[in-house]
């Protein structure tokens, strides 16, 4: 885990900043394959997230499983932070290793209102 992965972890955003400033990369990987952008979706830090978006994250980014931010932001219900990715051109419909989608991780952990996001911007339910 790099240091800015874990300013996401921890939500600091003045000490995220200071690292983009000095060029810290946004995308980096952990051992996993997730940026600090999937670490800020998983644990529901918004200003996190926008920071990285605002600074050049890639927001389809993919971990080792074929996840996306937007894959964790709808298993974990962070509704937030799925319109933000959304806004900002998070791929809807994107298919992890195992062919799931944002919305199939939605409706499988109860995501309610994280789904009815998803479909409101197009996620395919067929």
Known sequence: MSILHYTALKNSKETATILISHGADINKK???GDTALHYAAIHNKYEIAELLIS???NINEKDKDGDTALHY???FN???IAELLIS???NIN???NAG???LYYAACEYSGETAEILISHGANYN
């Open 94 to 96: 994107e298919k992890d």
């Open 30 to 32: 952990d051992k996993c």
């Open 100 to 102: 799931k989608t944002a």
């Open 78 to 80: 962070r509704k937030e």
């Open 88 to 90: 900002h051109g998070a």
């Open 55 to 57: 600074h050049g994250a």
């Open 73 to 75: 932001a709808a298993w």
